[in-house]
């Protein structure tokens, strides 16, 4: 299976107007980051509408694995959920129940703004319907603590699971080497979550706070990069700015 290798960011900014700069930059996606951030549910929905008029992607990292959170980003029109803190095969599993529509998983059914509350030509059918959100809709647990690490393999192996997403910073906290993005330790690591993402041909995306660590991943087989978080490029951005003014 070959994906086209795509380029992200996290959105923390808030506000539709940020969404609208963001749609013009040539990024694939943005990951609107309801675990760090206090957005609410209609506020996402208002992000997740201007992404989709700007033909950005709009992904959610969601801050709970519980059904409601679940559930609510994806009828809200969540292209992918991002998951994070994941320490279990077992919580993977029951993920994919929430997140999926039979057969794969046990995914709740109403008419909603994923389908123009069921007045969408594409989703007359329910049977067509359910399988097309199940394709549509990625789920991609985070891979960011040793225990997910562990089991890797089982996890990246579930049906209903269409990518793993690396954390590096709390998965180096989580392996006893904080921050330390050199080590052969979280390298290896690191490496071998992409080895299970290959042998089961899901997607392998990465966060990278660094342009030239972006572009190693990426190099190495990832197939996309989550660079940094939009506030950190526009405080560089402007840093960068300023420097240059006193240097006149």
Not at 119 to 138: F, G, I, L, P, T
């Amino acid at each position: 299976m070959s994906i086209e290798k795509t380029i992200g960011t996290f959105f923390e900014l808030g506000g539709c107007s940020a969404v609208e700069c963001l749609a013009r930059t040539g990024l694939d996606y943005i990951i609107i980051d309801t675990e760090h951030n206090c957005f609410s549910d209609e506020t996402v929905a208002d992000y997740i509408r201007t992404a989709e008029n700007g033909n950005l992607l709009p992904y959610v990292r969601i801050g709970d694995i519980r059904r409601p959170y679940v559930l609510r980003m994806l009828d809200i029109g969540a292209r992918a959920l991002i998951v994070p803190n994941i320490r279990s095969v077992r919580e993977v599993q029951e993920l994919v129940t929430y997140a999926k529509f039979p057969p794969v998983g046990q995914r709740g059914y109403c008419p909603t703004r994923t389908s123009g509350w069921g007045a969408d030509a594409w989703a007359q059918d329910v049977q067509e319907y359910m399988s097309a959100c199940n394709q549509r809709s990625k789920l991609i647990p985070q891979c960011e603590t040793k225990e997910a690490l562990e089991s890797i393999d089982q996890i990246a192996a579930l049906d209903g699971v269409d990518g793993i997403f690396v954390g590096p910073c709390d998965l180096s906290i989580s392996l006893g080497i904080p921050l330390q993005f050199d080590s052969p330790v979280l390298i290896e690591a690191i490496e071998k979550i992409l080895c299970a993402c290959k042998k089961y041909q899901k997607e392998s995306i990465i966060f990278a706070g660094a342009p030239e660590n972006g572009k190693m991943w990426l190099q190495k087989g990832f197939d996309s990069v989550a660079y940094s978080l939009d506030t950190g490029v526009l405080i560089q951005a402007y840093q960068n700015l300023v420097q240059e003014f006193h240097k006149i």
